[in-house]
């Protein structure tokens, strides 16, 4: 495979207006994996297309003018900007009618966290006008998405949160460094579908006091048939072995565990 060949197939996937906002160096991972098992060819630039989309572009991205409206938000208006906002990520949507319940789920019990990881964070940074949370917590987001990055990156700004927002892709391992509360919502599957075992590797890696994890309870498309049991399995495959303790969280909406250094 030649550097060549791989620079010209992330280019063509890049110009499809739903790849433009894709971090590079994921879009150079996803790109090397197929042109490696395919070879070049447009049948190969539609496979990434179609990995990236299920990994990510299915979930919709804020509106471009986002970040800026966020900045020039009041404060009495910033709260209703940011649910406005959350309703146009598929993924964090569906958790809008329970977003308050969902917090007070994650926190009881916990000591009150220095630091919040939120892996493939989505629109879910938007979420903390739902929730008590001091603002020199520090909230740490990451994402692939660019355009869900800046938006994340001004509501925080705006919020006044202590805040670090960059572009990670999790299929290389988890950011460096130990952490105290992760939240890796609805993201073990769009893991799943970039590497299997991906999320195992993930978890193995984790350097963290506390995980969140959950899952979707239907897909994108409504279905619902026997997702719950799967995903549960899935998880335990995940863990099996690792010093993990899970615990299950009742979430309204999601399939929800916490786990716990064992
Ligand atoms: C199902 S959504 C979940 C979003 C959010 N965690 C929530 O529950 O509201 C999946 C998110 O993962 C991000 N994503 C997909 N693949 C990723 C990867 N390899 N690394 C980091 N983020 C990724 C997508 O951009 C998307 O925002």
Do not use: N
Request: proline share 7%; with cysteine.
């Amino acid at each position: 495979m030649s550097d060549e060949a791989l620079a010209a197939l992330v280019e063509q996937v890049r110009a499809g207006r739903e790849y433009a906002a894709l971090a590079p160096d994921f879009v150079i991972g996803i790109a090397a994996v197929e042109l490696a098992h395919r070879g070049p060819g447009k049948a190969t630039t539609k496979a990434v297309r179609s990995r990236l989309h299920q990994m990510v572009g299915a979930y919709e991205a804020p509106p471009a003018d986002a970040p800026a409206r966020l900045a020039a938000a009041s404060d009495e208006e910033l709260p209703a900007l940011a649910a406005q906002l959350r309703g146009r990520h598929a993924s964090t949507r569906e958790r809008e009618a329970a977003a308050a319940d969902f917090w007070s789920a994650v926190l009881a019990d916990l000591p009150q966290p220095v630091s919040i990881t939120d892996l493939a964070c989505g629109l879910q940074p938007l979420s903390l006008p739902l929730v008590d949370l001091p603002r020199d917590v520090l909230y740490r987001a990451f994402d692939v998405h660019l355009g869900i990055l800046a938006t994340a990156e001004a509501f925080l700004q705006r919020w006044g949160q202590t805040h670090e927002v960059g572009s990670w892709d999790l299929l290389a391992g988890p950011p460096p460094g130990g952490h105290d509360l992760v939240l890796l919502l609805k993201t073990l599957p769009c893991l799943e579908q970039g590497r299997r075992g991906a999320g195992r590797a993930l978890l193995a890696a984790l350097e963290a006091q506390t995980v969140i994890v959950t899952y979707p309870l239907r897909s994108l498309g409504g279905r619902q048939v026997g997702m719950a049991d799967h995903y549960r399995q899935q998880l335990a495959a995940s863990v099996d072995g690792m010093p993990w303790r899970v615990e299950p969280l009742d979430l309204r909406g999601e399939l929800g565990f916490r786990l716990r250094r064992a």
